[in-house]
């Protein structure tokens, strides 16, 4: 074999010896592509089998949510903040609900506080179901897709018995709640758990110690800490680097302190951590709503809140964890009936920025294992 | 963290404080320099979010907003200036990665434009659209019909 150190210089510039390898294959994957989670399109450099780096284009779903905030008054505004992360809805509830408050110097009374702490985790289950079976079922197992949605159906008749509505729930009010929990709801919600809590073992006995699950997973998508942080990743994708933070934990809000719940965190940041992450994090709503569900307490479900809400001229950042990163509000207010401006820090969306990096040197099939770990939500990118 | 700001920067800064939460409006001259101190010496290491405000009859029409948080301090702050229509800000993606997408969506929506951006287009708007949404004169009704007729070869997208 020839030693790569004595060709001469001269024999790399001869154009009439092609290398076929060397020429970058450019190709588009989606915006139609079924394992983009939605309408997302990304435009692949290949190098054979290898992505040398990839852009994404964005913006297929955009409805101008931010300029409709303008233009509704804030109660108005809410039930639009469903239609962004549809798979979270109730997070996204939750996160606007307080920001008005804030705005409007109200809290909501405990019982309502409670309930919501009881809906979000019900919500981030679900939402982590919907992660699982999609993503399963795009690196090729099929059954946990058929498990989890089974599952997630439970979460979803305790919403409609709630409030009416499956997906875009609109489950929260300005200020508190605007139904009662029905008859038996908390019964229902404890039955779920007692349900729910052996199926994890189930999806956990499919995949974690699955040979092919694992050599898909495993040193796939890595990210260490330090990009994460740079890139402004949060959620899962930031705790599976090694990163122990949490909103609900770091600065709480509604009543996050008066639980008791861990932060799981992985090592080597690829896509079999942030697997194990979400795992366990489902574990962890489990033991949250145990917690609260046996201790709603009596009492109001609304605060004072004026029907005309007319908050006074100032501006409120407020964020939650929801169940795919940091999702915050920005609003500001010029003392009239509808915001000057609403902001949407979306997670998916700054969490998307980070697929270049993670799908490098990977190879094509691996690009659509970090997509779908990266748990991204397209109406929540795009707005 | 703002007061100390304050004592460096004197007049530069105005702090303010609403709803328990401390921002600070600076100077757009101080800019480049404050987010390179809150980054390197004040370990605010994560970007959060870049925003603007539009206020049509001010004379420097636009807020922009940066949101940063410390993980050593489990702080968040918040960094304010103002800019006439048409000025431009240094990008801060030098400073944080993460700033790319952010400042895109700020160019896209009110046409204000990072110097030293690495990539400044539009991202979620097509390409070719003409006019900035959020700005407050840009109607909640209106589109590029140009655009819409050209490529959708429909009429109006209303």
Redesign the interface.
Known sequence: MTDPNTISPLDLETPEKPFLDANELVINMGPQHPATHGVLRVILRLDGEKVLGLECVIGYLHRGVEKIGEHRTYTMFNPYVDRMDYVAAVSNGLGYCETVEKLLNVEAPPRAQHVRVILTELNRIASHQLWLGTHALDIGAITPLFYTFRDREEILKIYEKYCGARLTTHAFRIGGLQYETYAGFEKEVKNFLDFFRPKIDEYEELLTTNRIWVERTKNVGAISAQDCIALGVTGPVLRASGVKWDLRKAQPYANYKNFDFEIPTGQNGDTYDRYLVRMAEMRQSVRIIEQAVGAIPEGPIMAKVPKVMKPAAGEVYHSIEAPKGELGYFIVSDGSTQPYRVRVRPPSFVNLQALDLMCRGQLVADVIAVIGTLDIVLGEVDR | MIAKFKGMYGSGIVPLT??G?N?MVADRSLIPEILQVLRNEEQF?????I?A?HYPTREKQFDV?W?LYS?AR?E?I?VKTQILDGASLPSSVPI???????EREVFD?FGIRFDGHPDMK?????DGWKGH??RKD?G?LQQDNEWVQINLGIESGQ
């Not at chain 2, 290491?45 to 979010?49: E, N």
């Not at chain 2, 944080?96 to 952010?102: K, V």
């Not at chain 2, 539009?122 to 097509?126: A, K, Q, S």
Request: proline share 6%.
């Open positions: 609403y709803a939460q921002y290491d994560y970007c959060v979010d925003t405000l907003i949101v993980f489990n968040r918040r944080w990665a993460g700033a790319n997408w952010l929506m539009r991202i979620l708007l097509p949404p959020l840009y909640i």
